[in-house]
């Protein structure tokens, strides 16, 4: 089955220990839809502006990520520029333009409004909410977002809330949604605000998994090369979320799966700068590396 995904699509100007890219093609749809379309069809719901080079155009398509509803206008692309240093766990962001993103309506193409599978990448949740206007009766609904949207829409994200089956957060967001320090009692407190699924990432920690009927921990792949980190966690997502739409029971054994397999795309994430090492995975290569992490982590 396919899946819509919501999010921006960027040039990055991302510099760490290993060295330094220019306006390099980023953004948390982007990321997401090269670990998505490993499992499944990705249609991408964004914005550029005039300036989006036609090189990642190609590049998006020729991955197989549908663009029908992907806008280009007048104005400039979103950007963003930041820094890692020591250990490459946080970004010191340098410079942010949102450009045409102060414009943004979404839309989706009529063939693609009854696409069952959703993934709200972090954007405004305002254009999450008007993204779900957009599409008919879907089955499964993840979403994703921000400190800076928590801190500065926490209404409108709340809202969004009741509309999704699974919220996807980091140890910190999760923390500054739920006003909670232990990641468990904020796991429930999140999943009492709607969401049935709840997903922590802790980055090199792993991450937390809760529901009703149950709650796990995997954590991350041990990896000894760390180049670039952006994009680490809509890697996973997408791999997560990919996987998911193509199963017709929502059950553990298939939660397991997505994780580990979310988990694993994301370990290839942080090896290359952008998507230079995701755009070239393949299903075969996600499967070699499970089996080196089960000889690592029971499970």
Same mark, same amino acid.
């Given at each position: 089955?396919?899946?819509?995904?919501? +999010?921006?699509?960027?040039?990055?100007?991302?510099?760490?220990?290993?060295?330094?890219?220019?306006?390099?093609?980023?953004?948390?749809?982007?990321?997401?839809?090269?670990?998505?379309?490993?499992?499944?069809?990705?249609?991408?719901?964004?914005?550029?502006?005039?300036?989006?080079? *036609?090189?990642?155009?190609?590049?998006?398509?020729?991955?197989?990520?549908?663009?029908? #509803?992907?806008?280009?206008?007048?104005?400039?692309?979103?950007?963003?520029?930041?820094?890692?240093?020591?250990?490459?766990?946080?970004?010191?962001?340098? %410079?942010?333009?949102?450009? &045409?993103?102060?414009?943004?309506?979404?839309? &989706?193409?009529?063939?693609?409004?009854?696409? %069952?599978?959703?993934?709200?990448?972090?954007?405004?949740?305002?254009?999450?909410?008007?993204?779900?206007? =957009? &599409?008919?009766?879907?089955?499964?609904?993840?979403?994703?977002?921000?400190?800076?949207?928590?801190? $500065?829409? *926490?209404?409108?994200?709340?809202?969004?809330?009741?509309?999704?089956?699974?919220?996807?957060?980091?140890?910190?967001?999760? *923390?500054?949604?739920?006003?909670?320090? $232990?990641?468990?009692? !904020?796991?429930?407190?999140?999943?009492?605000?709607?969401?049935?699924?709840?997903?922590?990432?802790?980055?090199?920690?792993?991450?937390?998994?809760? =529901?009703?009927?149950?709650?796990? =921990?995997?954590?991350?792949?041990?990896?000894?090369?760390?180049?670039?980190?952006?994009?680490?966690?809509?890697?996973? !997502? +997408?791999?997560?979320?990919?996987?998911?739409?193509?199963?017709?029971?929502?059950?553990?054994?298939?939660?397991?799966?997505?994780?580990?397999?979310?988990?694993?795309?994301? #370990?290839?994430?942080?090896?290359?700068?952008?998507?230079?090492?995701?755009?070239?995975?393949?299903?075969?290569?996600? *499967?070699?590396?499970?089996?080196?992490?089960?000889?690592?982590?029971?499970?």
């Amino acid at each position: 089955m396919s899946i819509i995904v919501l +999010g921006t699509v960027a040039l990055d100007t991302v510099k760490t220990p290993y060295g330094k890219r220019i306006e390099m093609l980023g953004g948390s749809a982007a990321h997401f839809s090269m670990s998505a379309r490993i499992f499944t069809d990705v249609h991408l719901v964004a914005i550029v502006g005039k300036d989006f080079p *036609r090189k990642y155009i190609n590049f998006l398509k020729n991955k197989s990520v549908v663009l029908d #509803s992907l806008i280009k206008t007048n104005g400039k692309t979103f950007k963003w520029e930041g820094e890692y240093k020591g250990d490459l766990n946080s970004a010191l962001t340098k %410079k942010t333009e949102l450009g &045409v993103l102060l414009e943004f309506c979404p839309r &989706v193409a009529k063939h693609q409004q009854k696409i %069952k599978n959703v993934f709200l990448a972090n954007v405004d949740p305002e254009l999450q909410l008007k993204l779900l206007e =957009c &599409v008919q009766a879907p089955r499964l609904v993840g979403l994703d977002s921000m400190n800076f949207w928590i801190h $500065n829409k *926490r209404k409108f994200l709340l809202k969004v809330f009741k509309k999704v089956d699974i919220f996807v957060a980091n140890d910190r967001e999760a *923390r500054d949604l739920s006003g909670e320090n $232990n990641l468990i009692k !904020a796991a429930k407190t999140l999943r009492s605000l709607g969401p049935k699924m709840v997903l922590i990432k802790k980055g090199e920690h792993g991450v937390i998994f809760y =529901c009703d009927k149950f709650k796990f =921990c995997l954590p991350a792949y041990p990896t000894d090369t760390v180049i670039d980190p952006t994009g680490a966690g809509d890697t996973f !997502a +997408g791999g997560f979320m990919g996987y998911l739409s193509t199963q017709k029971k929502l059950d553990l054994k298939a939660i397991k799966k997505a994780v580990v397999l979310g988990t694993i795309a994301a #370990s290839f994430n942080v090896e290359a700068f952008g998507m230079e090492r995701t755009s070239k995975l393949s299903l075969k290569d996600l *499967r070699a590396r499970l089996e080196e992490f089960k000889k690592i982590v029971l499970f």
